[in-house]
C-alpha cells in the first residue's frame, strides 16, 4: 500500500482533487456569501427604512402617535421586533421585548446581533414555552428638539433566526460536500494508481524477462487504445528491431565465421606452402594473398557502412540532389565494364524532382544495383538504368536486366546480409551489396522493392530482375 501512495499518479490525482476540492470551496464561499451576504443586506435595509418613518411620524405627530403605532406592529406576529424606552425614565412605554439588549446600548446608531427570548404559542394562542432567537437591529434616540431634556429610545429589529438556521445547514452542507470530495478523489485516486501500478507491473515484469535474455516476450496490451496502449506498441516496435538486430548480429557472426574461414585457410595454406617454394611462386602467393585480403578489407568496410547508416550516422549530411545527374556519371563509369562483360548498358532519363539525401550514399546504391545485375544477370545482354518522377512528387531509380531474375519468395531475403541465392558461390562477392542498398534507402525514408523486369516473358526469355529505389519529395518532413 506504501508503493501506491508514492506512485506519480496517485500523486497527480491527488493534486487535482485538492485543486477541484479548493475550487469547490471558492464557489461555495462565493454562492454563501452571494445568498446571505444580499440576505444581511436587506434586512439592514428595511430596518433603516422603518427607523426613518418613525423619525417622521415621532416628528409629526409626537411621542403619543408613535406609542400607539409601535404597539399596533408589534400586535402582529411576524419577524418584527420594537421597544420604545422613555428617557431618561427607562420606563418601557411600548414593544414586544422584555428588556433592552445589552449591544443596544454599546452600539447606539449602529447596527447589532442580539438574543431575545420568544413565548411558544399553541393553536389556541395560549402561551406553552419559551425558545431563544436571534435577531438584529438598531437603536436610535427620538428628541423633539435639541434642547429637551426628554428623549425616547427606539429599538427596531428583524427576527433572524430562520436565516441564521439556513446558514447554518448550509455552510455544515458545503463542508461535508468538500470532505466527501476529498475522501472521493483519494479513493479514485487508489484505485486509477493500482490500475496504473499494474499494467506498469506487468511492463516491469516483461522488461525483466528481456534483460534475463528472453527477447521473444512482448508487453500485453489491454485493447483500451489509450496512450499505454499506444506506448506498448511503440516498446514492442522496438523490441521486434531488437530481436531483430540480435538475430541480425547472431547470423552476421556465423556467416562471418563461416566465409572468413576458408579465406583464411587458403591463405594459412598459401603462406605455409610459399615458404618452401623459390621466389616466384613466393611472390605468386603474396599476389593471390594480396587479393583475398581485399576481399576481406571489402566485406567488412560493408559491414561497417552498413552498421553506420543503420546507426543514422549519415542522416546529419543531407542536401538536395539531383537524381539524373548522378545516375549519367554512374552509366558512364560502368559502360565499360558493361561492354567487357557482354552487357549493352541504358540509360533512360526524364526530368526528376530533387530529392534530399548524400549523393555518396545513393551512388553506391546504383553501383550496387548495376554490380548485381553484372554478377547475377546471367544468360541477358541488357541492362537498363532508368530516373524518372513518381506518383505524388516522389522521384525513383531502377535497374533492370533480362537475366533469371529472382523468385518472389526470395526478393525479401536477398536484401539481408549475407543471402547470397547461388548456393556453390562459384561468383566472387559478399552477399552485402543489396543489403548495403537497403541499409541506404532505408536512411533516405525511401522504398526499396524487386520486381520482374519483364511480367509476361515470351518461349526462352527469362523475366529478369528490376530494382526501384522511390525517394520522398525533398520537402516532405
Do not use: C
Not at 108 to 113: L, P, R, T
Amino acid at each position: 500500500m506504501l508503493r501506491l501512495f508514492r506512485t506519480t499518479s496517485f500523486r497527480f490525482t491527488l493534486i487535482f482533487v485538492l485543486l477541484f476540492t479548493w475550487a469547490v470551496g471558492v464557489l461555495g464561499a462565493v454562492v454563501y456569501r452571494a445568498s446571505f451576504g444580499a440576505a444581511a443586506r436587506q434586512t439592514d435595509i428595511i430596518i433603516d427604512n422603518e427607523l426613518i418613518v418613525l423619525a417622521d411620524l415621532f416628528g409629526e405627530s409626537g411621542p403619543g402617535m408613535l406609542t400607539r403605532v409601535i404597539r399596533q406592529r408589534t400586535a402582529w406576529r411576524d419577524d418584527s421586533i420594537y421597544m420604545l424606552i422613555g428617557a431618561p425614565s427607562g420606563a418601557v412605554l411600548a414593544g414586544n421585548l422584555t428588556a433592552l439588549p445589552p449591544e443596544a446600548v454599546d452600539t447606539e446608531g449602529g447596527f447589532f446581533d442580539f438574543e431575545f427570548e420568544r413565548p411558544i404559542l399553541d393553536a389556541a394562542g395560549r402561551e406553552i414555552g419559551i425558545e431563544q432567537r436571534q435577531a438584529r437591529g438598531k437603536l436610535m434616540r427620538f428628541r423633539s428638539s435639541s434642547e429637551a431634556e426628554q428623549s425616547f429610545l427606539v429599538v427596531v429589529a428583524r427576527d433572524i433566526a430562520a436565516r441564521e438556521d439556513l446558514r447554518g445547514s448550509l455552510a455544515n452542507i458545503l463542508l461535508r460536500i468538500l470532505a466527501a470530495t476529498v475522501l472521493l478523489g483519494v479513493i479514485i485516486g487508489i484505485l486509477f494508481s493500482r490500475s496504473l501500478l499494474g499494467r506498469v507491473e506487468t511492463v516491469n515484469k516483461t522488461a525483466r524477462a528481456i534483460r534475463a535474455g528472453d527477447l521473444s516476450r512482448r508487453i500485453p496490451k489491454t485493447g483500451a487504445g489509450d496512450e499505454l496502449d499506444h506506448l506498448s506498441d511503440n516498446l514492442n516496435s522496438m523490441l521486434d528491431q531488437i530481436e531483430q538486430l540480435m538475430t541480425g548480429m547472431r547470423e552476421v557472426s556465423d556467416n562471418i565465421a563461416h566465409d572468413l574461414r576458408s579465406p583464411l585457410t587458403r591463405i594459412r595454406n598459401r603462406l605455409t606452402d610459399a615458404m618452401k617454394s623459390g621466389p616466384k611462386e613466393q611472390e605468386a602467393a603474396l599476389q593471390a594473398t594480396l587479393e583475398e585480403t581485399e576481399r576481406m578489407l571489402g566485406t567488412f568496410n560493408a559491414l561497417l557502412s552498413i552498421a553506420r547508416i543503420r546507426s543514422g550516422e549519415s542522416a546529419s549530411v543531407r542536401e538536395r540532389i539531383d537524381l539524373v545527374a548522378i545516375a549519367e556519371e554512374m552509366a558512364e563509369l560502368y559502360e565499360p565494364a558493361a561492354q567487357e562483360a557482354g552487357f549493352e548498358l541504358t540509360l533512360v532519363t526524364a526530368p526528376s524532382p530533387t530529392v534530399k539525401g548524400s549523393r555518396e550514399l545513393v551512388s553506391q546504391a546504383i553501383a550496387n544495383f548495376l554490380d548485381n545485375a553484372l554478377k547475377y544477370a546471367v544468360g541477358g545482354k541488357h541492362i537498363e538504368l532508368r530516373v524518372g518522377p513518381a506518383k505524388n512528387g516522389s522521384a525513383a531509380i531502377s535497374v533492370s536486366d533480362d537475366g533469371p531474375g529472382i523468385h518472389p519468395d526470395d526478393r525479401q531475403r536477398v536484401l539481408e546480409r549475407y543471402v547470397r541465392l547461388e548456393e556453390s558461390r562459384t561468383t566472387q562477392g559478399s552477399g552485402l551489396g543489396l543489403s548495403l542498398a537497403a541499409a541506404i534507402a532505408h536512411a533516405h525514408g525511401a522504398k526499396l522493392r524487386l520486381d520482374d523486369a519483364n511480367k509476361e516473358p515470351a518461349d526462352g526469355e527469362q523475366k529478369g530482375l528490376r530494382i526501384v529505389m522511390v525517394f520522398p519529395p525533398a520537402d516532405q518532413k
